[in-house]
């Protein structure tokens, strides 16, 4: 059974650090993962999709890397600012016609 | 706008009614999901749908059902709701299982 975990559950960091965020799955057989970020009260938007076959994936100001054989990803997030605060999610795709599972998230918080 | 759409966002009901939720999307999928936000924040797969087609059915209560009338739209229809159904349900939509799952705002059920 695939379980996905993230810590630390919550983070604050000052304006304009460079940041990353940690995701471990625990069956390295993935199809793909797929990192989200959600407001308070919002739903979810998708950051980032990265396919088994992908190291790594760029949306401006973010970097997502994935390490399957380790059973881990990243988010990397540019030069933080106060509108990066939301809590950011990980979910991994096990196999075709399969579920997403998600990670509980890291509610990040920067400071101005 | 293109997007997935919910309705309604929020719903307050009495125990042992039954009630619905709406689910749309104008981006063209034929694959619809159904996901419950617990009261701790974790993300739950409940129902995928692939071309109207049922493809995954989580371990929910067959309180709940879900119907896709069409390949826009998937409703979740539930029957003698229960204290602990109170959650935030999302719909979200994909081209594909395998692909990038766009979410809907999602509906807050509170059940009194």
């Known amino acids: 059974k695939q379980e996905v975990t993230q810590i630390p559950a919550a983070l604050s960091v000052p304006e304009g650090e460079n940041l990353v965020l940690n995701c471990s799955f625990t069956?390295?057989?993935?199809?793909?993962l797929q990192w989200f970020r959600q407001d308070p009260g919002k739903g979810l938007t998708s950051l980032l999709l990265?396919?088994?076959?992908?190291r790594e994936q760029t949306s401006g100001r973010l970097n997502a890397s994935l390490d399957k054989s380790s059973g881990r990803s990243t988010l990397y997030i540019a030069a933080s600012q106060p509108g990066d605060s939301a809590t950011y999610l990980c979910?991994?795709?096990?196999?075709?016609?399969?579920?997403?599972?998600f990670g509980k998230g890291i509610t990040l918080s920067v400071r101005p | 706008d293109t997007a997935v759409s919910q309705t309604p966002k929020y719903l307050v009901t009495q125990m042992g009614n039954d009630k619905s939720i709406k689910c749309e999307q104008n981006l063209g999928h034929d694959t619809m999901y159904w996901y419950k936000q617990d009261s701790k924040k974790f993300l739950k797969i409940m129902f995928s749908y692939n071309n109207k087609e049922l493809i995954i059915n989580e371990t929910v209560p067959n309180r709940f059902s879900p119907k896709s009338p069409d390949k826009a739209h998937l409703n979740l229809h539930i029957n003698s709701l229960e204290l602990g159904d109170s959650a935030v349900y999302f719909c979200a939509s994909s081209q594909g299982d395998i692909s990038e799952q766009f979410f809907g705002p999602g509906t807050r059920l509170t059940v009194l």
């Open positions: 979910a991994v795709r096990t196999g075709a016609n399969s579920k997403l599972t």
């Open positions: 990265i396919q088994s076959s992908q």
């Open positions: 069956d390295s057989a993935i199809y793909n």
